[in-house]
């Protein structure tokens, strides 16, 4: 398994940008499938975007495609999200969730979540 740690959650305002970091901590950490999830109140949680262990393959749910950026950076065991033209349905627990190839995600290891709030 893998520990995360989510950062940069917080209140903007609609059409603001905000940027998500998960820190991990080093072992095995690039061999993971790293994504993000989401849940808002009384939602389940959705699944936001994911990206392979290399940074080559990337996939995003539509309600944030063309608006949201997943990247990671191995060398410092970071995975990012950048979330541009925020809106207020947006507004959610962000969660970082890793996973080797060919196990669920809720076999995963999940970060504890971060706030983010997107006001009107």
């Known amino acids: 398994q893998v520990q995360l740690v989510e950062s940069g959650g917080g209140l903007v305002q609609a059409g603001g940008s905000l940027r998500l970091s998960c820190a991990a901590s080093?072992?095995?950490?690039?061999?993971?499938?790293m994504g993000w999830f989401r849940q808002a109140p009384g939602k389940e949680r959705e699944f936001v975007t994911s990206?392979?262990?290399?940074?080559?393959?990337?996939y995003y749910s539509d309600s944030v495609k063309g608006r949201f950026t997943i990247s990671r950076d191995n060398a410092k065991n970071t995975v990012y999200l950048q979330m541009n033209s925020l809106k207020p349905e947006d507004t959610a627990v962000y969660y970082c969730?890793?996973?080797?190839?060919?196990?669920?995600?809720?076999?995963?290891?999940w970060g504890q979540g971060t706030q983010v709030t997107v006001s009107s």
């Open positions: 969730a890793g996973r080797e190839a060919n196990i669920p995600w809720n076999r995963g290891s």
């Open positions: 080093t072992r095995t950490f690039t061999s993971y499938i």
């Open positions: 990206i392979n262990w290399s940074g080559s393959t990337t």
